[in-house]
């Protein structure tokens, strides 16, 4: 493991300048006379800022939009790339609408394609036909979102199939190359995304073949990641060792519960990922994306499977709630703009937000505690609206309490507290009580507070006083915030129908022949129904599929369980036989799904050439991950375009 880590970058002084870049508003003030002192890891000037945006967009634009993959396999052509009304303000207008506070572009996926006007290779914008060559996408979604009042950051793959050289150190100072262009040109960058996908099969400048790479000594991370700083030192680096942020470990928007911002000093580990460990050396806190639809990048097959405004709020109380940032992937469609159905899930879900969080129902209350460490630390700060100002006991008093008195009728279901978080996370478990009718009463019970943490309440409580009962911590507290809420439920937006001709509904397909009872949920078009059966061992899985009558059929697609249960994965690959008759097959192809264990993203599989088809047999030969059973939510299939 190299030992150029995440704290050494710190302590190396790579760090400096942060306090002048710093929005002002943020700025760290002088800790007041006999504050704490920090207990554990404290993050950094740059993640203070960036525990605060809680909320931000994904956006995949790209080759992939185009061709209907997730996973480009480097050789398309840049002719591909002509998006028919491009419209960056309508896809920052529709972040914004979601309560989105920043944006981050995939300026270069796996494919290669780069969406700005790069010199460093031909595979770029400049040699599609938008705008005649001249178009600069990164340029145009960084303006808007700039007049929108909306941070900017970018995405750039390590991964990239199209390079020759990658793989070796050539690709390398390519790499380089493209992180100096872009932290250099689009101004202040708020985030830079590295993703984990990195090496396999490839186009490779026409090699056409698989190369592997041992990530952390190819790349040198620490030397990348301290390259983005001195261009960009308030931008938060995403993911490897080193970086300022990590996954959550999933691609389906769930922190773990708890979910701690500390992480130890060595290579990630998914599980340790997803909620964290306690009291841990690194200040490295999770990121939770998801992205609005099954996919990454905007499908047709896909129109009337976007997240309800009600899975948006799940979504939210899975990461927010829980002291992650939120990042939401909104996919641009073939015109360059988000779908309208998207949009109106977006603002949906973004007005039962702003709603619920307007209104602090615990203004007007009088604050007391069963410990306080003096003036500057008294129990009234928790209510003054001032992230930097918060309530405190003395040292040694670990397990201090609370107390809210409330004006009459305060009815609540939601319950917001935060930790003053440049002294660390010194609160291990929690509970909050109220005082309902002459009682005190539970009603909850977690760990970690952190950056903040949420309560939902099944109902809401009217309530004479609530308090907060510290259960156990290291160290003295330091909260800076108690508010209450009344949730307002997000308006219910119906799901449209596909817009996509070429796509099959395969609502009166009818199985004829499969591994298990129960395959019928594979062609409801509803990705929480899921067929699961047991893994395969000598005899694969398969399911034979009636079309009811014959079509043109150029490929299949399946998606895998969006939300799989403990020991269940999505199948490795497949194998594909057609027929027109149900008693002649023939051979349609066979292959592996591409990162379908961790993206869980539907996957589309076109035949070499459109072919008559009336029955279809899918086989399916071991699963993803070890696991006892495999699951899958849909099969699909389309016509030629």
């Known amino acids: 493991m190299n030992d150029f880590t995440r704290r050494t970058l710190i302590s190396s002084g790579i760090a400096t300048g942060l306090a002048a870049t710093a929005a002002p508003a943020l700025a760290k003030p002088a800790a007041p006379s006999g ?94 036909p938008y705008k005649g060559g001249k178009g600069d996408i990164v340029g145009e979604i960084e303006r808007a979102a700039r007049r929108a009042g909306l941070a900017f950051g970018l995405y750039l793959s390590p991964w990239d199939r199209n390079h020759p050289e990658y793989g070796r150190q050539g690709y390398i100072d390519y790499f380089r190359a493209q992180i100096v262009e872009l932290c250099t040109r689009y101004g202040e960058l708020f985030e830079f995304w590295f993703d984990g996908a990195n090496g396999g099969d490839g186009y490779y400048g026409g090699a056409r073949e698989t190369r592997k790479i041992d990530a952390p000594a190819y790349y040198k991370w620490p030397e990348l990641i301290a390259l983005v700083h001195k261009h960009q030192p308030m931008a938060c680096t995403f993911d490897p060792l080193g970086a300022d942020i990590r996954w959550v470990g999933n691609e389906d928007g769930v922190a773990g519960d708890p979910c701690w911002p500390t992480m130890p000093n060595h290579p990630y580990v998914q599980s340790e990922g997803n909620s964290g460990v306690r009291g841990a050396p690194l200040w490295w806190p999770a990121e939770t994306n998801t992205s609005i639809r099954p996919g990454w990048f905007y499908h047709a097959d896909e129109d009337a499977k976007v997240k309800s405004p009600a899975r948006l709020i799940r979504f939210f109380d899975e990461s927010v709630a ?207 129904t899921v067929w699961t059966v047991p893994a395969p061992t000598a005899t694969p899985v398969s399911v034979t599929l009636d079309l009811r009558e014959a079509f043109d059929l150029a490929g299949f697609s399946l998606t895998p369980a969006r939300h799989p249960e403990k020991d269940t994965a999505p199948p490795r690959g497949y194998r594909a036989e057609t027929s027109t008759d149900g008693t002649t097959w023939t051979a349609a192809g066979e292959g592996e799904f591409p990162n379908i264990a961790y993206a869980l993203a539907t996957q589309r599989v076109p035949f070499t050439a459109p072919r008559p088809v009336r029955y279809l047999r899918l086989s399916f030969a071991a699963t993803a991950l070890p696991a006892a059973r495999m699951a899958i939510a849909d099969i699909g299939a389309f016509t030629r375009g």
């Open 35 to 128: 504050a704490p002192k920090p207990w554990g890891a404290t993050p950094s000037k740059r993640q203070l800022v960036w525990h605060r945006r809680e909320r931000y967009a994904f956006i995949h634009f790209s080759i992939n939009t185009f061709t209907g993959r997730e996973w480009g396999y480097g050789d398309e052509s840049p002719d591909l790339f002509n998006p028919t009304d491009f419209d960056p303000d309508q896809i920052v207008a529709a972040a914004k609408a979601g309560g989105m506070t920043g944006i981050v572009l995939t300026a270069k996926h796996h494919d290669g394609f780069c969406l700005w006007p790069t010199k460093l290779t031909e595979h770029c914008i400049r040699n599609a």
């Open 322 to 528: 829980r002291g992650t940032n939120m990042h939401l992937n909104l996919p641009p469609d073939r015109r360059g703009r988000i779908a309208d159905h998207d949009v109106a899930v977006l603002k949906s879900f973004g007005d039962a937000i702003r709603a619920s969080f307007a209104t602090d129902l615990a203004q007007g209350a009088v604050a007391s505690a069963s410990h306080v460490r003096g003036p500057a630390f008294a129990a009234s700060k928790v209510l003054d609206n001032d992230r930097e100002t918060y309530w405190s006991a003395p040292d040694g008093v670990t397990t201090p309490t609370l107390t809210l008195d409330l004006p009459p009728n305060r009815s609540f279901d939601l319950i917001r507290l935060r930790e003053y978080l440049a002294l660390g996370v010194r609160v291990t478990r929690f509970a909050v009580e109220a005082e309902i009718g002459g009682r005190w009463q539970r009603l909850a019970t977690h760990d970690c507070i952190g950056a903040q943490r949420i309560i939902r309440l099944p109902a809401p409580v009217t309530a004479r006083r609530v308090r907060l009962v510290i259960l156990e911590a290291p160290a003295c507290p330091a909260i800076s915030e108690v508010s209450l809420f009344r949730s307002v439920a997000p308006i219910a937006v119906a799901p449209p129908a596909s817009s996509d001709p070429t796509i099959l509904s395969p609502r009166n397909w009818r199985v004829v022949t499969s591994s298990a009872p129960g395959a019928n949920v594979m062609l409801d078009n509803d990705v929480s």
